[in-house]
């Protein structure tokens, strides 16, 4: 142990422990313990979601932040901000549920989707004789020759990482193998009944869902989810940006780290799969990953410094093949990782892949596409004029429960639904768990019903009259439960229906543009395709009817769940699919909102309630949705 | 410092001391702290070349391996074996020049040739506008459009390292740059007036030469030369082979080791020549190395297992182009390391090289060409028939000093040439020194004027009445100096004609099979290259005079120096060099010498000592030898 690292803090329940030294925060050790607490803000002390309980050891006082951010009651339990607090001593820490990140909901598939192959990794099966002093051919030279003659290569080059591996193989397994080849270069060598296989994965800002797929037929082997690692460091991606610019010390540690935890989190998911699957490692022949153009960059260790400020420029939005060593990923020797391509700003690869998996560049009818997030992309297709145009609009992390009151993300006792009632409320939560905060589509129910029942009026404003609303820390608030989240009761406040007001003057700011760019009204819109896991959750009626999204009257609206991962399966396995994610990228226009004439006045109209009608038909909603 | 590594061990006069634990050899030490100590047998206590003094200290007593290997004057000396002689307290260790590798000469360069360049790496300048919240594309693609546009680039990607580069490349030098392309992919930036770098060299089992390269003009900028730092584990290929074999505990930790020692020569031997040509180390666009089978196994990391036993099967014999980062080299980015293809057995890279280099498959006459060493290469080519045929013999490491009573590597102090008259003996030193030992050429010389003098007669036994003939541990021997190699005087003995006869009976055998599987008569033979260092420091009459090479009647012998340098400097340039040497590979046929029919035969004759006629007119010896 380094000698100044001579304080030695333990975890409960999580049951982990660490030493570090003098002037390290709770959450600095936490993190170097690899346990994921909550922190929206990055370890600032602005969002004070890593309330934790200091069980026994000395810690620095409390201090304005924690007062400020903790509840009365909070302080009355002894609650602490992970992120403000210090130890002078050996701790023993607790950390209570809702302030780890590893129970949430993932949302690994999106609907079915037909994804037709055409293979981009081949294999060959190879039977060699054995080398003799007649003919010591190379093993190499053999093989080529031999794939040559049996199956018409031309050229064919290896990787080195190939060249490695064959003497062991064919030695081990009596001169036969199966050779698994990329274009014109082998990569690898399988035993002689090995299947090529892929590794998809959708790399969101919160979220990573991944799939073991059989390259050959485009079946699905496996499939598993985590949460991104990184949110440790900040839930959305500037605090991470943040983190790895500010971080930067030798040979970019920062970022280093944040591209290691992915990479890590890549390597036990690949484990895991293939460990499923019954396959070994090396039978990864090819992987596809999609993500947003700062999670790419923090991936693939990019410069972000660019990035994260005006004019917020991309290293790179191009496609990219990279081996998957270079990334320190586990799998065929000379494998690659396929980066889709960005199209510009922060509308990276994983909104390509959406619009690959919704074929939305490939319809006849003018469509719209909407991944509802922190940011939420969205893209318009005008198929008469093969026009297709793709913006970003910033629109805050309260869908993922952060910034709000009582928020949370979409984990086990989080209020997913509620119904105002004329005798009180009604509401579901995640696992039917007791209820101990609210998640998004809670948050969206709940604003709807506040509005439907005039509990909030047209600017947003709380009726101070009505018996559940009372004054609190952010204005005023209704309270939805009387218990939960340690006993306070779970509330909206005037806080939180300000910062929906924000996303959807943001997004309806963001769709006026599109609109306006493509020279389409309102009534031209056709289909509204919402991606995404948090879009699928959602109740698109009350999403309606609290303006998040515009009432179209002639479009059917269609919720698809995960379609970025369907889009990284489809290009995994497909060399026509790559080339349409290409052709998408190539084509798309990308459209700066910030710099859009008139993004204010938008802006300001859609944070606004009143819109033209409520509608009150819940049935059916994947469908056409009537008045 | 580990606990167990409790031994202080310094050697002078080179200044360096190192750690060690109880049960390592001075040699081990040695090694450990760089010191290249000569070992041809690799530390086996086989040679008797790495005699050392103890000045200080205890060690192990002398053992049988060193009264064998040691002379009594050395013994009286207090001369050890450091591979043989352990410290059992700290040593001052005392190293003499003579078992010191630092000191030899090295030949860079062969004959001069023209080198025409056929660019594989393009430069092209880049004046970008900077980015604005308008117009923020992404750096790599704004770098494209630029390419596409005004270069008429199409499908241009560009190199993960490439990409990292960029955004600070251009940031720092106001968005002008000059992008390096290969092929279709950008491989890395440098400053606007950057000129894209080569470096190319050729590893040898002995020796490296190295050259920096201006890959648009071809022009040498810079050149260097090192031993080969392997040397230290072994004189010839098997005893590294064998070490890295034998060596492998965990992830092949002996192979590991000597493929970095090469790799950290070649980054020593970049870093000084692009100091001195005072360019940037990111402006080595293209490396380009050749090699032995072996050498590149060694060099690449490849598997040497199947390498090293019966029927000597190498990984690959095919051309590869290898990231330099996958081999740790200190290069632009993406920069990529071609290795020359090779034709089979351990005919490889270098000798791909020298017949690029002599335009052997080009000619219109029948050529032999030989590359003399401890393997000799040689190929025949029958340009009526378009026939190239390549083997290599075993010719033992005579030539290098090794196995020879007084034999020396050719460093300072070696005896290059002799002359015996009637009145002794006449000799010339490597830097005029005061003489110690022999190099291959004064044993060459020496055993032909012995032979001209009939003190050896046709078997190769010494004349035992000859005056200055005696008995010694290595059979009779006839002494050549009163006074050098440790005051015992320098002589050639009975044992040393018999490894030079073994050379000869290797060679020949080569050549005769050469003609037989081609169908040639010696007198259709009407050229005779003669590549390599050594080969350019032999007398050619004397060569010929004791049947070291045949005497071909109708052919011009020539004496080309490193053409495997110039090959891998053409290679380096030119892709059109790069496509003949890959179809010198594909159409070379491979002969494996030992299952040639009559072997043994020409084996035995190669080794007797009449030749023909001798040859006494040494003028001219560049071109056609008259008899």
Redesign the interface.
């Known amino acids: 142990m380094p000698e100044n690292e001579k304080l030695h803090i333990s975890f409960s329940p999580v049951g982990k422990s660490v030493n570090v030294s003098n002037g390290s925060s709770v959450l600095d050790a936490a993190r170097k313990a690899g346990i994921n607490i909550t922190s929206d803000c990055g370890g600032h002390g602005k969002c004070g979601q890593c309330r934790i309980m200091i069980h026994k050891g000395d810690v620095s006082p409390l201090n304005v932040r924690e007062r400020t951010l903790l509840s009365e009651k909070d302080i009355d339990d002894e609650y602490r901000l992970a992120c403000q607090c210090k130890p002078s001593s050996d701790l023993k820490v607790f950390i209570p549920e809702t302030s780890l990140l590893n129970n949430m909901r993932l949302q690994l598939e999106g609907n079915a989707y037909r994804i037709e192959v055409d293979q981009i990794i081949k294999s060959c099966d190879l039977q060699m004789d054995s080398?003799?002093?007649?003919d010591?051919?190379?093993?190499?030279?053999r093989a080529?020759d031999l794939l040559k003659e049996q199956y018409g290569y031309k050229d064919l080059?290896?990787d080195?990482g190939a060249?490695?591996q064959?003497?062991?193989i064919m030695?081990r397994h009596g001169y036969e193998a199966r050779a698994f080849i990329r274009y014109n270069e082998i990569i690898g060598f399988g035993s002689k009944d090995a299947v090529p296989l892929g590794f998809a994965v959708d790399l969101g800002t919160t979220k990573i869902a991944a799939f073991l797929m059989d390259l050959t037929t485009g079946k699905e082997l496996a499939s598993t989810g985590s949460i991104n690692p990184q949110a440790a460091y900040g839930d959305d991606l500037m605090s991470r940006l943040d983190y790895a610019i500010h971080h930067a010390g030798r040979e970019n540690a920062g970022l280093c780290r944040l591209s290691q935890l992915i990479r890590e989190t890549f390597n036990r998911m690949i484990m895991e799969l293939t460990e499923k699957a019954g396959c070994p490692r090396t039978d990864i022949a090819d992987i596809c990953v999609v993500g947003n153009t700062a999670m790419t960059h923090l991936f693939?260790?990019?410069?972000v410094?660019?990035l994260a400020k005006?004019?917020?420029?991309?290293?790179?939005?191009?496609s990219?093949?990279?081996?998957a060593?270079?990334l320190g990923l586990s799998a065929c020797p000379g494998a690659y990782v396929h980066i889709l391509p960005?199209i510009?700003?922060f509308v990276g690869a994983d909104h390509v892949a959406m619009i690959l998996a919704g074929g939305i560049e490939q319809k006849d009818i003018t469509t719209l596409g909407v991944d509802i997030g922190t940011n939420t992309e969205i893209v318009m297709w005008r198929p008469d004029k093969s026009m297709l145009v793709s913006l970003s609009c910033p629109s805050g992390p309260a869908f993922e429960g952060a910034h709000v009151t009582d928020g949370m993300r979409a984990a086990n006792g989080a209020i997913e639904s509620v119904k105002l009632t004329k005798d009180g409320v009604e509401y579901k939560t995640i696992g039917d768990a007791p209820a101990i905060g609210l998640c998004g589509s809670g948050i969206i129910d709940a604003i709807a019903e506040l509005y439907r029942w005039k509990i909030i009026g047209d600017r947003g404003r709380f009726d101070r009259e009505n018996k559940r609303v009372s004054q609190g820390r952010n204005g005023s608030s209704f309270r939805l439960t009387e218990t939960g989240k340690n006993g306070n009761g779970i509330v909206i406040s005037q806080k939180d229906v300000a910062e929906i007001q924000l996303a959807k003057g943001a997004i309806n700011a963001g769709i006026e543009a599109l609109l306006e760019v493509t020279g389409t009204s309102p009534d031209m819109v056709e289909e509204v395709i919402i991606a995404g896991a948090f879009g699928s959750y959602i109740d698109l009626v009350n999403t309606i009817n609290i303006g998040l999204l515009p009432y179209f009257k002639n479009a059917a609206y269609k919720q698809v769940g995960n379609s970025a991962i369907v889009g990284a399966k489809m290009a995994l396995v497909s060399a026509t699919e790559r080339k349409r994610s290409q052709n998408i990228a190539a084509s798309a226009r990308y459209l700066?909102l910030?710099?859009h004439h008139n993004f204010s006045q938008q802006f300001a109209r859609g944070m606004r309630f009143p819109v033209e009608k409520l509608i009150v038909n819940n049935k059916n909603k994947q469908e056409r949705i009537e008045k």
Chains 1, 2 share one sequence.
């Open positions: 080398p003799t002093l007649k010591s051919s190379a093993d190499m030279n080529v080059t290896a080195i060249v490695k064959l003497p062991g030695r693939l260790d990019l410069p410094g660019q005006s004019p917020y420029v991309a290293a790179t939005n191009l990219m093949d990279i081996r060593r270079d960005g510009g700003g700066e910030t710099t």
